[in-house]
């Protein structure tokens, strides 16, 4: 019979999957230390990354950002016409060519994240990481601040605990400017049955792929929902991601060519009539989504005592205490 967990087991399952012990000796300088590194944790990523990339060959974000970390097992996904431009500045083992120049189909990102997606299961993969390529950062939060990480283990954490469950079909990191610092009102580890955007781990079971031309991960998102999986979006990791329409290159020349991005909605309302909403704010067309009426649980797998990681992680900086009603205290660290 399959196990759900609920909001009174929530601090003792994550105690299980990661167990944390907390440094006592830290320093005032260690606490101001805007640096985050766990030099204990021997979880290593196992699912392939690959930066979707496009008309940014001097200014692919997530290649540095990725490089920083010490990651070097990721791929850069470009189109054959760019080829020689991406050369010039990123190393040929770091890149996929893509079979044909997808940008002529007029479709944004929607086939070369297709394209990704079989290329993963081609490889026998059981899920794949697919980013943009204008993410400049990876964030830890603490109860006081946020702290920027410098090692790839980040991978094998969040996937160690996304593994643990059964009916898990995205997930990803929050943005780090929606991640607020508050000690007396901390935000929740992370958000179950919500959107899932930028920079997603997806379960290569799914028999959805990606379509339309607009807002495609908004659009799948909500096929994962309404499919009865669910969705979990980190905060207590997240990503530093460029505004859109900041940098050029990428879907810029699709957001360009739209009414005040109406075009965007009307797709996704025409996707999912019942669910999305048009409306008009700060000088533009929103869609509107109710993601709280998704109850889907989250399922544990029956073997998860299994993947328990036996080591213990230390963590240079105090750790605030789970609290709170909300099932997404059970990652808070």
Request: glycine share 6%; aromatic share 20%; hydrophobic share 40%.
């Given at each position: 019979m399959t196990k759900k967990i609920n909001n009174g087991e929530r601090d003792e399952f994550w105690k299980k999957i990661i167990p944390i012990e907390l440094n006592q000796d830290f320093s005032k300088k260690t606490i101001k230390d805007k640096w985050w590194i766990n030099e204990k944790s021997q979880l290593k990523g196992k699912y392939p990354i690959y930066i979707i990339s496009y008309n940014r060959s001097d200014a692919c974000l997530t290649y540095y950002t990725f490089r920083e970390l010490g990651l070097e097992d990721f791929k850069v996904v470009v189109e054959p016409c760019e080829k020689n431009l991406y050369l010039k500045y990123i190393p040929e083992k770091y890149l996929i060519i893509t079979p044909e120049d997808f940008h002529l189909k007029g479709c944004g990102s929607v086939p070369v994240r297709n394209f990704v997606w079989e290329h993963s299961i081609k490889n026998n993969n059981k899920k794949h990481w697919i980013f943009d390529d204008n993410i400049r950062g990876f964030f830890f939060l603490t109860k006081r601040e946020k702290k920027r990480c410098i090692e790839p283990n980040v991978f094998g954490i969040v996937e160690h605990f996304f593994?643990?469950?059964?009916?898990?079909?995205?997930?990803?990191?929050?943005?780090?400017?929606?991640?607020?610092?508050?000690?007396?009102?901390?935000?929740?580890?992370?958000?179950?049955?919500?959107?899932?955007?930028?920079?997603?781990?997806?379960?290569?079971?799914?028999?959805?792929?990606?379509?339309?031309?607009?807002?495609?991960?908004?659009?799948?998102?909500?096929?994962?929902?309404?499919?009865?999986?669910?969705t979990i979006l980190l905060n207590t990791f997240s990503v530093g991601k460029c505004g859109t329409m900041i940098m050029k290159g990428g879907n810029e020349a699709i957001y360009k060519e739209t009414n005040k991005r109406e075009e965007f909605v009307d797709e996704l309302i025409k996707q999912h009539p019942t669910l999305v909403k048009k409306v008009y704010r700060y000088n533009r067309w929103h869609h509107s989504i109710n993601y709280n009426i998704y109850n889907n649980p989250l399922e544990l797998k029956e073997d998860f005592s299994k993947l328990v990681y036996k080591d213990t992680l230390i963590l240079k900086d105090r750790m605030p205490t789970p609290s709170g009603k909300r099932f997404g205290h059970l990652f808070r660290v």
């Open positions: 593994d643990q469950f059964k009916n898990l079909g995205l997930a990803g990191f929050n943005y780090m400017y929606f991640v607020i610092p508050a000690p007396n009102r901390p935000r929740p580890s992370f958000f179950y049955n919500t959107r899932i955007y930028s920079a997603i781990l997806i379960n290569n079971d799914l028999q959805f792929r990606w379509r339309g031309k607009y807002n495609e991960d908004t659009d799948l998102s909500l096929r994962v929902l309404e499919a009865g999986f669910s």
